[in-house]
């Protein structure tokens, strides 16, 4: 199974993928300070993929949305796991067992 693509901050998978070009800004940056070398300071991080949420806004690069969706869900798991070991939980089980055998009893 494939798992879809997740937005790290706010769980949407209304996400696009962008990438990164030349940049016009950073070989004139370059030029200006070092000459005809700076001119290479345009493809720095060019070819790269950048995803963008189209919900919240928030940038990521491609994997980063996995390891915090497998993170949330072992943090889940730890929540579930420690709910159960509570007394409270366990009384408040009881008490709604005890309530619907009541209102059902002449059901059975």
Known sequence: ?????KCPKC????IT???????????LAGAVLTGGVGLLAGTIG?????????????QFK?????????LKKQQEKEAQAKAM??????????????????LFKGCF
């Open 1 to 5: 199974m494939e798992e879809k693509i």
């Open 11 to 14: 769980g949407s998978e209304q």
């Open 17 to 27: 993928a962008d990438k990164k070009g030349f940049s016009g800004g950073k070989a």
């Open 46 to 58: 060019s070819n790269k993929i950048l995803l963008t949420c189209l919900s919240c806004g928030h």
């Open 62 to 70: 491609p994997g980063e949305d996995q390891d915090a969706i497998k």
């Open 85 to 102: 070991k509570s007394p409270a939980f366990w009384v408040f089980f009881i008490v709604i067992m005890a309530l619907f055998f009541w």
